[in-house]
């Protein structure tokens, strides 16, 4: 892992959620854009050396659809960034942890993203986050 990229916070109103961030904690925000393979729309922002990832689910089908109506608005995931997804999956595997999805799903800005089931690390949700190079 070579640095927490970004967290990942679920919210029913992006816009809303958006201001208060920009207006009340004077984050910078950088983009907005729909992940139509998870099933959200996200904004990033600028909080330093972290961004943070609104998420706002498209539907009632999903993970952060999901997440909201069990436990609320809030934290839904921290991401780890990694240089090769596939290698450190395939590490994680060798190590008995359990990943979410078989392959990377195409995450925002063209990314590559796994999860690591929260099971085996302590009820966290962790993301293996693969920045596209015009992510960089």
């Given at each position: 892992m070579e640095k927490v990229d970004h967290i990942g916070i679920a919210v029913n109103?992006?816009?809303q959620k958006i201001t208060y961030y920009t207006e009340i904690?004077?984050?910078k925000l950088l983009n907005i854009e729909e992940v139509?393979?998870?099933n959200v729309r996200v904004?990033?922002?600028?909080?330093?050396?972290v961004h943070i990832e609104l998420l706002e689910p498209l539907?009632?089908?999903?993970?952060?659809?999901?997440?909201?109506?069990?436990?609320?608005?809030?934290?839904?995931?921290v991401a780890f960034k990694v240089?090769?997804?596939?290698?450190?999956?395939?590490?994680?595997?060798?190590?008995?942890?359990?990943?979410?999805?078989?392959?990377?799903v195409e995450g925002a800005?063209?990314?590559?993203?796994?999860?690591?089931?929260p099971k085996d690390s302590f009820g966290v949700l962790y993301e293996l986050y693969?920045?596209?190079?015009k992510g960089e």
């Open positions: 109103n992006l816009e904690l004077g984050l139509p393979s998870q904004a990033f922002l600028d909080a330093g050396n539907s009632d089908e999903g993970a952060i659809y999901k997440h909201i109506q069990k436990r609320g608005e809030g934290i839904q995931h240089s090769d997804i596939n290698h450190k999956m395939q590490e994680l595997r060798e190590k008995n942890v359990r990943i979410l999805s078989e392959q990377p800005g063209g990314s590559k993203a796994a999860f690591i089931h693969e920045k596209s190079s």
